[in-house]
């Protein structure tokens, strides 16, 4: 028997401190069961608690805790388990019985000292179990700083897209207020900051899979909405003006669809790593061309017409939809238009825009 507490204690230490070493530690992309259990556990809690008052914004706030919630579970488990197993290894080595192994274990592992005594084959087991507390605790402090770091920087490019691409932010929107307002010369400035923004989600939120529950401070703000949006915005152009539209759209698509996919490997998610240019996507013609007319009509000038330019907007599209969709249904994201179906009873949100107030504009106009 003491042989089996000491083989089960051995292998619950090992398998704790692998766990927290791989989530944070380790700075490679590693898939950690247990954040992909809490996060499971977590979000079918919120949404059974938010599913009477019904609608996104109920959902939103009752998500809102998520993240929170993950990191004070996380620290319990590890916590826990250690416990766990020191008790059985002290049990195993000393002869105690289970509650003065208990008793033990967590005098030792959380520093109270209340349990300590002259037990000299024990004092290895005590100071081993003295240090990890602490360590385990001081860890996780470190580990906030970086998720708030990486979750600030990524905030900031959100917040700045809702005055392009509106909010919830939308592909044709961003194209349609640039023609607006004349500010078509700043896309590629824009393209380039969301590809570096892209760059970093890829490695942060591969990484740290938490921050994947961070939301935005707004309800219609996300980030996995924001990249969508951009990505079909500059799909649109290379589709729509192929000769004018600037290579910073491609670089942004291809850091997009990367990042998603370097997400995707490490929560598990299949995808299609080569899809053909002709495979199905959930985006229709009728779809697409409802939008080529409406950002045409913002003064957008298209050198194509909409049924040659849609195979190309097909073909760029196929490369990150799935994923795209898929991570925007379990971040419970906001549902904005052409970002997919969500866990919960919703219709899609168009993009809000503001009144137009300049003088002369009748009641109901709309500007940028």
Request: charge should be neutral; glycine fraction near 6%.
């Amino acid at each position: 028997m003491r042989l089996f507490s000491a083989l089960a204690g051995l292998l619950l230490l090992v398998l704790t401190v692998a766990s927290i070493l791989r989530t944070l530690v380790v700075p490679r992309g590693l898939y950690s069961s247990l954040t992909f259990r809490l996060w499971q556990l977590g979000r079918a809690v919120l949404h059974m608690c938010a599913a009477p008052f019904g609608g996104y914004r109920a959902h939103d706030r009752a998500q809102a805790w998520l993240a929170p919630l993950m990191l004070v579970a996380m620290l319990f488990c590890w916590l826990i388990a250690l416990l766990g197993a020191f008790t059985l290894l002290t049990q195993a080595t000393s002869g105690l019985s289970w509650s003065d192994s208990f008793r033990e274990a967590g005098s030792s592992l959380f520093t109270l000292g209340f349990a300590s005594g002259a037990r000299l084959r024990l004092s290895g087991l005590d100071f081993l179990a003295a240090a990890s507390g602490p360590l385990v605790i001081a860890l996780q402090i470190a580990y906030l700083p970086t998720l708030y770091g990486s979750y600030n920087r990524r905030e900031v490019e959100v917040t700045l897209l809702q005055s392009r691409a509106g909010e919830p932010a939308w592909g044709p929107e961003l194209l349609a207020r640039q023609s607006l307002v004349d500010t078509e010369t700043a896309l590629p400035q824009l393209y380039g900051d969301w590809e570096r923004l892209a760059a970093e989600l890829g490695e942060s939120h591969s990484n740290y899979p938490v921050l994947l529950s961070f939301r935005s401070p707004q309800p219609y703000r996300s980030w996995i909405v924001g990249l969508i949006a951009v990505m079909d915005a500059a799909a649109m152009q290379l589709a729509l003006c192929p000769q004018s539209a600037p290579p910073e759209a491609r670089l942004v698509l291809r850091a997009g669809f990367t990042a998603m996919r370097d997400i995707a490997r490490v929560i598990k998610l299949d995808f299609d790593p080569d899809p053909q240019p002709d495979a199905p996507i959930r985006i229709s013609y009728a779809e697409f061309d409802a939008a080529v007319t409406m950002i045409i009509a913002s003064g957008f000038a298209a050198e194509r017409p909409t049924i040659l330019a849609w195979p190309h907007f097909h073909g760029w599209r196929v490369n990150y939809e799935a994923i795209a969709y898929e991570l925007a249904r379990r971040a419970d994201a906001v549902p904005a238009l052409w970002t997919g179906a969500r866990d919960f009873p919703t219709t899609p949100i168009p993009p809000r825009r503001p009144a137009d107030r300049r003088p002369g504009i009748q009641a109901g106009g709309h500007n940028t």
